[in-house]
């Protein structure tokens, strides 16, 4: 009996850490009695939670005042600068803002309407940038750089969009110069899925994994392939882009011009299309939801998808020859659902007489792996003055 109370105990503890730092990540620095309200603890349990992460560095305080009145603001440590990340997608921003212990300090996330205009979104993502720092209590000079990663394949000789059309609004942005004029802070720009593999391999499942593959499936498949430790950019920035490779010959046109790419198979709007008859109208998010709950239909349209990805990762691998194989993104959320049948139509793909057949692993950040890599990266190239290029 005592074991078990003891056990309980621990779990509660752990449970209310975790939602303490969580408030802080969403909404930044805090006093403890609106931490008290946030979370729903009593003051007694805030402030011994916050005293154990002030002890272990997780945390920093220091006096304030709020209705004139002393009070004691709660932020999370910061370690010799930050990292902040931007995640521009087609209908949808995520701000990541990390330090040099590989702490989130922050994230939000922003709607954006389709079709969203470069100059606008940009604007909009500075307002938010302020916005977050001070409610981290964080000075603009603290930024040591920014990786942007976008929705679109990215050209490494000027990193600005590489083909037209595929993330709208977009085309021939020089996305680095407002940023860097604005922040003060070296810029890095690169494709989301390039970026994800980043994370991945930095703080996730590919940690330590020399040669892995990361497959991010959300509107669209994209690819991040790791080599000897380094990203495959290819020449020209094209290397990953997995989604228009041709599936079927007959198929629709692509955004890339070609016709029949993967892309136009797994995209969102196919997808969800498959089941507007009985399921009305729908978002991947929902279609991922409905198939973790059991709906029959919305399994097979993701167990489908994941068969046709997984058999052109499957050529991807017998050129690469990867470790792993690591699955973000929207449709990886389904677990089980997409995995499973993306695993055997992978190794069916494969060589038969393999030495060791290639692992797939789901993403340990499944939604905002891009924006993080994104983080990481200025955190990590600031030191090597090498962002710029």
Not at 69 to 77: C, E, G, K, P, Y
Not at 132 to 148: K, S, Y
Not at 177 to 190: E, I, N, Q, R, S
Request: negative net charge; proline residues 4%; hydrophobic residues 45%.
């Amino acid at each position: 009996m005592a074991t078990r109370l003891f056990g309980s105990q621990t779990s509660l503890r752990e449970a209310n850490r975790a939602k303490l730092l969580d408030s802080l990540h969403k909404f930044g620095a805090m006093t403890q009695v609106e931490l008290a309200e946030v979370t729903g603890l009593s003051t007694a349990t805030v402030s011994t939670l916050v005293h154990q992460l002030v002890d272990e560095e997780q945390l920093e305080t220091k006096s304030t005042t709020r209705n004139g009145r002393r009070a004691t603001l709660v932020a999370l440590a910061r370690h010799q600068g930050l990292g902040l990340g931007l995640w521009v997608e087609r209908r949808q921003l995520t701000l990541v803002i990390v330090d040099f212990a590989k702490s989130i300090i922050a994230k939000h996330t922003l709607p954006l309407p389709f079709g969203h205009k470069a100059d606008v979104t940009l604007d909009r993502a500075m307002v938010l940038v302020n916005e977050t720092l001070n409610n981290i209590d964080a000075d603009v000079n603290e930024l040591v750089g920014i990786g942007v990663a976008v929705a679109a394949p990215v050209a490494t000789a000027d990193r600005m969009i590489a083909i037209p059309g595929i993330l709208p609004g977009w085309d021939g942005v020089d996305i680095r110069t407002p940023l860097k004029t604005a922040f003060g802070c070296p810029v890095y720009v690169d494709n989301d899925a390039n970026l994800s593999a980043f994370c991945e391999s930095r703080m996730g499942v590919a940690v330590g994994k020399r040669n892995f593959v990361y497959i991010g499936t959300g509107d669209g498949v994209g690819a991040g392939i790791t080599i000897g430790g380094t990203l495959l950019h290819g020449v020209t920035g094209l290397a990953g882009e997995i989604g228009h490779i041709q599936v079927d010959p007959l198929g629709s046109i692509c955004a890339c011009g070609n016709r029949g790419c993967l892309n136009t198979v797994v995209s969102e709007e196919r997808l969800v299309q498959l089941l507007s008859v009985t399921h009305g109208n729908m978002t991947l998010e929902d279609l991922v939801a409905k198939a973790n709950d059991g709906d029959p239909g919305c399994r097979r349209v993701i167990a489908d998808a994941a068969v046709r990805i997984g058999q052109v990762v499957a050529d991807l691998c017998i050129s690469v020859d990867p470790e792993i194989v690591v699955l973000g993104g929207t449709l990886s959320l389904a677990g089980d659902i997409f995995s499973q049948p993306f695993d055997e139509a992978l190794q069916r793909m494969l060589f038969p007489d393999a030495v060791a057949p290639i692992d797939v692993r789901l993403s340990a950040h499944p939604t905002d792996a891009a924006a993080l890599g994104g983080a990481l990266v200025a955190v990590e190239y600031s030191s090597r003055n090498d962002m710029a290029r």
